[in-house]
């Protein structure tokens, strides 16, 4: 069973420009959660999304944003970049989420300059 | 909001030294508990998943306990080797949000 999927791996961007980051879970999963990871605030939520519907937010500004396709896939979205958005964002996906294990992706390094 | 703390910051042992990790949380009101280990620059890899109902998991040489009311997990790491060397991350997800808190974690680093 293949695991989750990140594409790209690695991202250079400019201030100012906007990045699409793409998620593909694990067969079968229907949920697919975001992360930030940076070495200042360590791992934190972005949001989740279920069946299509965001289901949770995280403590983010609306520059970030995401969306989740028939077939489970999903996408972030980060507009406007600003250097403080340099970091590693993590999916994990889930069966269905409550109570059940996530598992992650390798991660999109993006860097912005 | 929930608060996780993970004891030690970093850790550096022998090879073949039994190993406990602690995490500690401020809400006991949770559903679950995910432990994980990062290796450097890499995803997330899950380790144990604890229900608010278990006290325990066990998975080779991973055991992790679970105590609700006082807000404590504990990672053991029977026979550490040099691969267990990562980032080993405890995440409580609180009842409710669905929404797992990560702690910083413990940097574990086992010598030959």
Redesign the interface.
């Known amino acids: 069973k293949a695991g989750v999927t990140q594409t790209p791996r690695y991202l250079i961007k400019t201030r100012g420009q906007q990045v699409t980051l793409s998620c593909s879970p694990i067969s079968g999963h229907r949920s697919v959660s975001w992360y930030q990871q940076t070495p200042g605030q360590g791992l934190q939520f972005l949001f989740e999304y279920f069946s299509e519907t965001q289901r949770n937010k995280g403590n983010f500004p609306g520059r970030f944003s995401g969306r989740q396709f028939s077939n489970s896939r999903s996408e972030m979205n980060v507009s406007t970049l600003e250097l403080g958005d340099s970091a590693l964002y993590l999916c994990a996906s889930s069966l269905a989420r409550e109570r059940d294990e996530q598992y992650f992706g390798p991660g999109t390094r993006l860097t912005v300059t | 909001k929930q608060e996780v703390t993970q004891i030690p910051a970093a850790l550096s042992v022998p090879e073949g030294e039994n190993l406990v990790l602690n995490c500690s949380f401020t809400d006991s009101a949770i559903?679950?508990l995910?432990w994980?280990r990062q290796d450097p620059?890499?995803?997330?890899?899950?380790l144990l998943?604890i229900?608010s109902s278990q006290r325990e998991q066990t998975s080779g040489r991973l055991n992790a306990s679970l105590d609700k009311s006082s807000g404590r997990s504990t990672l053991y790491i029977a026979a550490s080797q040099p691969g267990d060397s990562a980032t080993y991350?405890c995440?409580p997800?609180t009842g409710g949000?669905?929404?797992?808190?990560?702690?910083?974690?413990t940097s574990l680093i086992v010598h030959p």
């Open positions: 559903y679950n995910q994980f620059g890499k995803g997330l890899t899950s998943l229900q991350l995440a997800e949000s669905y929404i797992p808190t990560f702690g910083r974690g």
